[in-house]
């Protein structure tokens, strides 16, 4: 190859200095050097977006010159560029304020993993064989539009399917128009951590059908029903500062924080006071407090406005669920109910929130509206120490669900043509009974936009690959975490390490190709025209007190990671939307007889792997779970009593069996667990997710029934009755196996 | 007087979520051992998050600590060290000058708080992971011990850049890894012996505890000990 022939990107930004005394240009790492004479390199440090979970937090990635093995127009040669070292939280974002979860951090390893697909592929063999051959992008587009035209053309009775993970922001709109420009198209989002229900809930009690934001740094007392609120749910870095700021923020002032869960959480481990309730009795618990509150006049029955007039029996002060009468069924001692009740309504502002598996039983929104009631019932939804809403409106919620989309396949109700996959994995994610495995085989043709070969993709006849998030434009709108407007945005930080085309790119001018309505409808020519043309709509609406033109407001916001309101925006909660008959108690359903299937069946979201879209990143394979501390893994947790009663011993391999199917794992004995309850975290099991994932413990998710959560489409992933046995000998990697397990004296000095 | 680096870790802010944990893999170039490794206790955390469960279901409470070298002033790691790879630097940290070792592993055996790990084997990052290397750190080969020394790289780039702009260094100015990453803010990082600075007053707290103090090791990092709530069901 020619010297000139070495392509030769910069940084697309800012000048980042060469390194001066570095022993070994392949890597440029400084060796031998003690401290002394340490010399340290210049760094750029860029914005950008987090795109792991639906927080939406900002980054600020450190990105340094190096050398990276590329291939480019099919030649490998060494190319200096600049490369993205670490992930940081923003400073400046509203979200996340410069702080970071471990799963974002390791972010950086989904843009340099070994197993990320390099360039289009086409199958070669029978599906799912994991047969592919490279092809061009020209001929990967062609093949896609060819198939695309025919349905635009309404030659077929077919449809179009996108199944893609929850969007917003222009990627939402890109993808929505992309659909609605074929006649018959389905768009479907999915994710196994939805917060369906409580966006329903909201919407009923507060009328903002959104997640809440939560005020957490102004509390005094905080109760949280099951909600993992510092670890995964809804807003958790936003959550982890915010709870910080009550427990050591405000001098002389210190919240309490109680939670309520069947299996201690990593977030119940920080609580001041964990109390085990009942699985699905979350809600009677929260319609307990309510009642000692209004019957001792601590609030009037009132205060909770609609949100409490939505539940039956509220205005005559909820005398079913004095604690004495349904304490037995709840699992909380009568005299416990009432001190939380008193201690809550006796150190303003409280709070309530309710997440997880408490809304994932069938009875998950009557819970939610429970908690919703007590929380309005407390004073402090839209109050400082609260929870917020908005203003972000919410996003029109997708017509179809997964579930119900996979039965019209499989019934022949929907005659799906072409189904395009985006930053989903429902082979994996979705339930086994839903049959999404047998939908995806009875469709002609499958493209998927994934990096990765998963379950899904693997089933894919065309794969498109995305550039990683660093390698992207980003634009994002978090609709929780702050109670400002938040608009994120950011340029690629830095240089396509393969040969990947954005998504967003990618059906733009698949879009062009066809011609006719989808050109039409998106007239971009890229992704980031799109974007500009969302921020001069955003400039037009808001102004700017520091940008003079929308130009410039277009270049501030670039290099601020986006853009904010300077003043929070508190929405005051207006009226809940459904006027219809009050809410009735309702209790929990399991699947599975209890004789037979003695044990509730808890899966829980991993604190590393998320919902198992992580699971191929080595750091968090090897980092310890915060409370097993298991590494390369998954276990099943069991109660001392349950695991003597059945003879399980720590590290035996055992089976659990649901209705559904089986799985086997290897046990876990931990006293934070409800001797009824089973537990496993969400994650592993992967069948078919790179080196580090494949074949690596077993996944929850297969085995659970297909309940749903009344009157909403989601799924009561916490409403499997499993039974339990040993069979062997397992596998469980402790990193504190080799620690003393007995807390060392800390004295006061 | 030179500054003496010190730390203090609020255990009643620290949820155990183990972002200090990613952050010092990402920032020192810990490698990852994988399972066979780790199985037999070779996984290398600098920083790892203990957490203890006490009592009995249903009254069981956890508590987390993540415990890191503590740059001890009177360190059992440095004198045993034969070739002087284990040194006390002159801003109080237990330094580890990786070329110099040669792997006697008599420091690890002699730290009280098993945070020195030793390299069994060469360290691989599968390409292109290896990108993800950050350039001022070294990488540690094959036979070496390894350990944390507060982030020295970002210590030394907060001094030099301090000088270049000419003004004196900040207190906060300089954060290791897993004090930048927390999310609840239960690290603080500083000079010890400047009395206004923010590690010092922590480490001033009634709830101020050292690690197995009572070996005499005179810890750099004060744990700040988990608070109970003090209000009342009628406050």
């Known amino acids: 190859m020619e010297r000139r022939d070495f392509l030769k990107i910069s940084a697309a930004a800012g000048a980042t200095a060469a390194l001066e005394g570095c022993g070994n240009p392949d890597h440029q790492l400084i060796r031998f050097v003690p401290e002394e004479d340490l010399i340290p390199g210049l760094a750029t440090w860029k914005p950008s977006i987090c795109t792991l979970c639906p927080a939406g937090c900002g980054l600020s990635v450190r990105v340094m010159p190096g050398d990276a093995e590329v291939v480019r127009k099919g030649q490998l040669g060494l190319l200096k560029m600049g490369l993205a070292k670490k992930l940081e939280g923003n400073p400046a974002h509203p979200i996340n304020r410069g702080k970071l979860c471990p799963r974002g951090q390791a972010g950086l390893q989904v843009t340099y993993h070994p197993d990320r697909l390099k360039g289009p592929l086409v199958r070669t063999g029978r599906r799912g064989s994991g047969q592919f051959r490279e092809v061009s992008w020209d001929d990967a587009i062609q093949q896609l539009v060819s198939h695309l035209s025919d349905l635009q053309e309404s030659k077929s009775e077919g449809r179009l399917a996108f199944v893609t993970a929850p969007l917003r922001g222009q990627r939402k709109m890109i993808i929505d128009t992309f659909a609605a420009s074929f006649k018959r198209s389905m768009a479907v989002e999915f994710a196994f951590f939805d917060d369906s229900v409580i966006r329903s809930a909201n919407a009923a009690s507060f009328g903002h059908a959104l997640p809440p934001t939560v005020d957490m740094g102004e509390s005094n007392y905080v ?129 309530a929130l309710i997440g997880d598996a408490a809304v994932a039983h069938t009875n998950g929104l009557f819970n939610a509206l429970a908690v919703n009631a007590l929380n309005a019932l407390l004073g402090s939804v839209g109050k400082p120490g609260g929870v917020l809403f908005g203003p972000v409106p919410a996003a029109k919620q997708p017509a179809a669900s997964l579930e119900s989309w996979a039965a019209q396949v499989n019934s022949g109700a929907a005659a799906v043509e072409v189904l395009l996959l985006y930053n989903a994995n429902p082979v994996f994610a979705a339930p086994a009974v839903w049959g999404v495995h047998a939908a995806l085989d009875k469709i002609p043709f499958i493209a998927s936009f994934g990096s990765f070969i998963d379950e899904t993709s693997a089933l894919a006849d065309l794969i498109l690959p995305d550039h990683s998030a660093l390698e992207s434009w980003l634009e994002d709108t978090p609709v929780s975490g702050s109670g400002k407007v938040v608009v994120s945005v950011a340029p690629p930080t830095m240089n396509p390490l393969h040969n990947t085309r954005a998504m967003p790119d990618v059906l733009l001018e698949v879009a062009h190709r066809l011609g006719g309505e989808s050109a039409k409808a998106l007239p971009w020519k890229t992704y980031d025209e799109a974007i500009q043309a969302s921020f001069a709509a955003l400039y037009k609406e808001m102004g700017s007190k520091t940008a003079k033109d929308a130009e410039e407001f277009w270049k501030k916001a670039q290099e601020q990671g986006g853009w904010w309101s300077a003043e929070e925006s508190r929405v005051t909660p207006v009226s809940g939307s459904s006027a219809g008959a009050a809410v009735k108690n309702s209790a929990p359903r399991f699947d599975g007889n209890p004789s037979e299937y003695p044990y509730y069946f808890l899966p829980f979201a991993s604190q590393l792997f998320y919902d198992g879209s992580l699971a191929h990143l080595p750091w968090m394979q090897e980092a310890p779970d915060p409370l097993s501390t298991v590494m390369w893994g998954a276990w099943v947790e069991i109660n001392p009593r349950t695991a003597e009663k059945l003879a399980i011993k720590q590290g035996d391999l055992v089976e659990v069996a649901s209705p559904h199917g089986k799985l086997e794992a290897p046990a876990l004995v931990t006293p934070g667990i409800a001797p009824d309850v089973i537990a496993m975290p969400v994650g592993q099991g992967h069948e078919n997710f790179t080196r580090y994932a494949t074949g690596r413990g077993a996944n929850p998710i297969s085995i659970l029934s297909s309940a749903t959560v009344e009157g909403t489409g989601s799924l009561a992933w916490a409403a499997t009755r499993v039974t339990l046995s040993s069979v062997g000998q397992g596998k469980l990697i402790l990193f504190g196996g080799s620690l003393s397990e007995n807390p060392p004296e800390l004295k006061h000095r | 007087m030179a500054r003496q680096w010190g730390m203090a870790i609020d255990l009643d802010r620290c949820t155990g979520c183990e972002a200090c944990v990613v952050a010092c893999h990402a920032e020192n170039n810990i490698s990852t051992v994988g399972e066979e490794q780790a199985a037999i206790g070779r996984a290398k955390h600098w920083i790892r998050v203990e957490r203890y469960y006490e009592g009995e279901f249903p009254d069981v409470t956890v508590k987390f600590m993540p415990v890191l070298c503590q740059q001890c002033d009177a360190a059992p790691c440095e004198p045993v060290c034969p070739t002087f790879a284990s040194y006390h630097t002159s801003e109080g940290l237990n330094g580890q000058v990786y070329n110099r070792c040669i792997g006697t592993r008599y420091c690890a055996n002699a730290c009280p708080y098993t945070v020195r790990f030793f390299n069994f084997y060469n360290p691989i990052w599968e390409k292109p992971l290896q990108l993800q290397l950050n350039p001022d750190v070294s990488i540690r080969s094959v036979g070496t011990m390894e350990k944390c020394m507060f982030c020295v790289q970002r210590i030394k780039a907060g001094e030099i850049q301090a000088a270049a702009e000419k003004h004196e260094l900040r207190d906060g100015e300089i954060q290791p890894a897993c004090v930048q990453s927390c999310p609840t803010r239960a690290m603080v990082f500083g000079d010890l012996s400047d009395p206004e600075s923010e590690v010092s007053r922590w480490a001033g707290s009634s709830r101020a505890t050292k690690l197995l103090g009572e070996l005499g090791t005179r810890p750099k990092v004060t744990y700040l000990q988990r608070d109970s709530w003090h209000g009342s069901e009628d406050a």
């Open chain 1, 223 to 351: 109760i949280s029903f099951g909600a993992d609120f510092l670890g995964t749910w809804n807003s958790p870095v936003a959550q982890s500062l915010g709870f910080g700021q009550m427990r050591k923020g405000r001098p002389g002032e210190r919240g309490k924080f109680v939670q309520f869960e069947p299996r201690i959480s990593q977030t119940g481990a920080s609580a001041d006071e964990w109390i085990p309730v009942e699985p699905g009795a979350e809600g009677m618990l929260a319609l307990s407090l309510a009642h000692v509150i209004i019957a001792e006049k601590q609030r009037p029955a009132a205060a909770a406005g609609h949100a409490g007039s939505l539940v039956e029996g509220w205005s005559q002060g909820l005398t079913d669920f004095a604690p004495e009468k349904i304490a037995a069924q709840i699992g909380v001692k009568p005299e416990t109910i009432r001190r939380i009740a008193r201690e809550a309504a006796a150190h303003d502002p409280a709070v």
